[in-house]
């Protein structure tokens, strides 16, 4: 199952020059779901911060290690095609079914070489994955639990199925917006508000910091900017 939605350059331009932080942060305004819910959890961490910000839709697929049986080739592929129809940039989600993730890598160089000529960007996954530096190398992004140095028998299954990673469900489909501090979801029907709401973010964060960082700074003066106690 794919999604045909594409994000518009002009979104995909700007989403790409804020923070995770200040894009959850102004989500919270725009008040379109509950504060605890939208982001992945802490687990899954970003492997190249210096790479910067990553920006695209998600595909999502299970993941397995096929312990003593023949692993099954059909999710392979299916992931593979389904991504080659994706609109792009892509990110692939992947879902660890394993239950012992720090047994198997489930992509590497060859994965990834493959997956960018067919308009993926990154992989989050609350597995493992591997060939760090030549991954790094390529500019492709990857945020993931750990490396691990062996792909086992892994194998990939439920290829458009929406998965959970660190308390968060991910639909094939859905914004991905991480960098170094994690990932955060976008929904779609934020994206005429967003600016907005960013920009009224980052106004009321100078504030804080510029009388937090004042001569002028005291406790009280401060309860009094943020209204505590009104």
Not at 3 to 27: C, F, H, K, Q
Not at 101 to 130: F, H, K, Q
Not at 218 to 226: N, T, V
Request: net charge negative; glycine share 10%.
């Amino acid at each position: 199952m794919t999604d045909s939605r594409m994000l518009a350059e002009a979104d995909l331009d700007y989403l790409r020059s804020v923070d995770s932080p200040t894009i959850a942060n102004a989500l919270e305004r725009l008040d379109l779901r509950d504060r605890s819910d939208g982001y992945i959890g802490g687990s899954v961490q970003c492997a190249f911060p210096e790479l910067g910000v990553m920006v695209g839709t998600a595909l999502t697929v299970t993941v397995d290690n096929a312990v003593g049986r023949t692993a099954r080739q059909e999710g392979y592929w299916a992931l593979w095609e389904a991504l080659e129809q994706s609109t792009g940039p892509t990110v692939i989600v992947m879902k660890d079914a394993s239950g012992t993730p720090e047994r198997v890598a489930y992509a590497g160089e060859i994965m990834v070489t493959l997956a960018s000529r067919l308009g993926a960007i990154g992989i989050v996954t609350d597995g493992a994955l591997r060939d760090v530096a030549e991954v790094r190398a390529r500019g492709f992004h990857y945020f993931m639990r750990y490396p691990v140095v062996s792909h086992a028998n892994f194998e990939l299954s439920k290829v458009g199925d929406p998965v959970h990673l660190d308390g968060q469900l991910v639909h094939t489909g859905d914004i991905l917006h991480g960098d170094v501090n994690g990932v955060v979801i976008v929904p779609w029907e934020s994206l005429p508000s967003i600016r907005d709401a960013v920009s009224g973010i980052q106004a009321a964060e100078r504030r804080d910091l510029d009388y937090i960082d004042g001569p002028d700074f005291s406790l009280e003066g401060y309860k009094q900017i943020r209204g505590y106690g009104r």
